[in-house]
């Protein structure tokens, strides 16, 4: 079965300080992977995606993820942390061979970052 | 360029009644695709539709339904309301069913089922 897992309900980092928030993944094939942030009462903004390539992926608001394919993870960072990066982050795998066009999301990690 | 939108913002039902939220996806966007956000649960997917068919639909009873029209823009209906409906309707659009295209996520209808 295709899932995704975020395996911490929250982190909290001190302003400043790196931030990691972990994914991880069970997929057939290879995974288009996709973090997304979410701010109080909005929707899903996209952070960044990983198709193919580098496995170290560049995103928005200085976050980053890298692809571990022996790990299946997918974890997002980010180097020094602002007290605005505090929001719910979803990871997102994209079942591409079996059922192309379905997103499985996890369950979300809320991050406090603290000034 | 305007994002997707939903509406309405928030919709208050009582348990048995029919609620409609609607969606415009993005200029261009030929997908849309539903989700539900219950408090303290992830998104779980509910529908997907491009070029006016359904296209796959998670899983949730047959009352949820919905459809989307020529202009593409959706609507999901939820029949026979139940107390456990109550959460956050994501909508969410994609350029082409090409699988590298991230979504784009609507404001969300918060429906609440009294």
């Known amino acids: 079965a295709q899932s995704v897992a975020q395996p911490e309900d929250q982190v909290n980092v001190a302003e400043g300080n790196p931030l990691t928030v972990k994914c991880t993944y069970s997929?057939?094939?290879?995974?288009?992977l996709f973090w997304y942030v979410q701010y109080p009462n909005r929707g899903l903004q996209f952070l960044l995606k990983?198709?193919?390539?580098?496995?170290l992926v560049k995103g928005s608001y200085g976050f980053e993820a890298e692809f571990n394919k022996s790990q299946t993870s997918f974890h997002l960072k980010k180097p020094s942390a602002l007290v605005s990066d505090s929001a719910l982050y979803f990871c997102?795998?994209?079942?591409?061979?079996?059922?192309?066009?379905?997103?499985?999301f996890g369950s979300g990690t809320k991050l406090n970052v603290k000034p | 360029e305007a994002g997707v939108t939903q509406s309405p913002t928030h919709l208050i039902k009582t348990r048995g009644q029919q609620a409609t939220l609607r969606c415009s996806p993005i200029?261009?966007?030929?997908?849309v695709y539903w989700y539900q956000q219950a408090l303290g649960l992830g998104l779980q997917f509910l529908l997907w539709?491009?070029?006016?068919?359904?296209?796959n639909r998670g899983n949730f009873p047959p009352r949820f339904s919905g459809r989307q029209f020529p202009n593409y823009s959706s609507e999901l209906n939820v029949n026979a309301l139940e107390l456990e409906d109550s959460a956050l309707y994501l909508c969410?659009?994609?350029?082409?069913?090409?699988?590298?295209?991230?979504?784009?996520f609507g404001p969300g209808t918060r429906l609440t089922v009294l």
């Open positions: 969410a659009s994609s350029h082409t069913t090409s699988g590298y295209n991230e979504q784009f």
């Open positions: 997929v057939s094939g290879n995974p288009y």
């Open positions: 990983y198709i193919t390539g580098d496995n």
């Open positions: 997102a795998v994209r079942d591409i061979l079996y059922n192309f066009n379905k997103f499985y």
């Open positions: 200029s261009g966007h030929t997908s």
């Open positions: 539709y491009d070029e006016g068919e359904e296209r």
